[in-house]
């Protein structure tokens, strides 16, 4: 065989062997549609699997930025993120393609609390630490995962009730002034002197995915102060998802099953924002000078000009910058130092009132 055709085999012998190298080193590739980037597990950067629930709402983009900005490559962290639609199944899907790709941390932002303990077993038979984040999940074996990071739902609801005792408060103490101007009435007199305030107050609420922690401790924490007052009576409590279409779907359901609702507790902005147009469209009117009192859930910025147009009262904070705490908890891990297993956010009360000066700053 001439020199020329040996020479030329072997160029073309090594150009395979390289192909094939190349082809074999260790990648890690993505086994879901949903589950962007493909990581170099060469690479020193820690790499982070997050499962976020859904895209469902504004407050949850607001969270998904927040993860995504704190978890650079700049700051030493690689991220593959996931999105599960609203669906267990698939974020369960999206944990099981970290397992594969060994991960060195998984991020989780359970769409619902229960149903989580096998795949996060498996998590942990393969030696990957698990956080939880925003919503909590329910488990016996708290071993499953090694921190939770979010909002206290429960005392959102509180807050929602304790605010609107408050405001109850407020409409009578003017209404004594009005009456006291104009003469009582000998019952009146008894009846507000004995705070026997029989009005009753007619309240709705549109809850949030049911099962989900949002759900579950707003709704808790507004009923056990509703408890307190026997003229607060809840009409209905039907779940709007979280979502502006079916808010308005189920707000426009009660509006037609009742003609006297005078409080809408709403358990996040979306499903205000639809409400608030099922009772325009019902030629009604809501918020400061509306006949339908407004309470929400989320601030997100909408919400403030929504405020600011009077169409909302109050609306209770539950903040979803949770990224800078995530990168710091796994910085710690990452030195073995101790980390508390639940750590919450700062969150506040926003009164229409006010709206407009406590939103300068605000970044969602
Ligand atoms: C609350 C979060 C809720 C928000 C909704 O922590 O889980 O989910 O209140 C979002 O806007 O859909």
């Known amino acids: 065989m001439n020199k020329n055709i040996k020479i030329i085999l072997w160029i073309i012998f090594i150009g395979l062997i390289a192909l094939a190298s190349y082809s074999l080193r260790p990648m890690k590739n993505i086994q879901n549609s949903e589950v962007e980037n493909t990581v170099d597990i060469n690479s020193d950067l820690i790499i982070v699997g997050f499962s976020q629930l859904g895209s469902e709402s504004d407050w949850r983009t607001a969270n998904t930025k927040s993860i995504q900005n704190a978890l650079t490559k700049k700051n030493g962290f690689s991220l593959i ?9 698939n974020q369960i899907k999206d944990v099981r393609s970290f397992i594969f790709q060994e991960v060195d941390y998984i991020v989780i932002a359970p769409v619902t609390e229960t149903g989580w303990d096998t795949v996060l077993k498996e998590a942990r038979e393969a030696g990957i630490p698990v956080i939880i984040v925003d919503r909590m999940i329910n488990t016996d074996d708290e071993s499953l995962y090694v921190a939770c990071v979010g909002t206290d739902k429960y005392a959102e609801g509180e807050k929602a009730g304790i605010w609107l005792e408050k405001y109850l408060e407020e409409q009578k103490s003017e209404e004594n002034v009005t009456q006291e101007n104009e003469s009582l009435s000998e019952e009146t007199a008894s ?3 004995n705070g026997l305030n029989t009005e009753v107050i007619n309240i709705v609420v549109l809850e949030g995915t049911p099962n989900s922690t949002a759900q579950i ?3 808790k924490g507004f009923e056990d102060i509703a408890r307190k007052h026997e003229n607060w009576n809840i009409l209905a409590q039907d779940s709007g998802d979280f979502t502006k279409a079916k808010g308005k779907e189920v707000m426009a359901k009660y509006l037609q099953e009742y003609d006297d609702i005078d409080i809408l507790v709403s358990q996040n902005d979306d499903m205000t924002f639809g409400a608030i147009e099922a009772i325009q469209e019902a030629g009604l009117t809501c ?5 339908i009192k407004v309470i929400s859930f989320d601030a997100v910025s909408e919400a403030f000009d929504r405020m600011e147009d009077g169409l909302i009262n109050v609306d209770i904070e539950c903040n979803p910058l949770q990224g800078q705490l995530i990168a710091e908890l796994i910085e710690r891990l990452e030195k073995g130092k101790k980390v508390d297993k639940v750590s919450y956010v700062e969150e506040k009360v926003f009164k229409a009132e006010n709206a407009g000066i406590e939103r300068i700053g605000r970044s969602y």
């Open 81 to 89: 993120f996931s999105n599960g639609r609203q669906s267990q199944e």
């Open 191 to 193: 009846q507000e002197e």
């Open 217 to 219: 401790g707003r709704s």
């Open 287 to 291: 918020g400061v000078n509306g006949k």
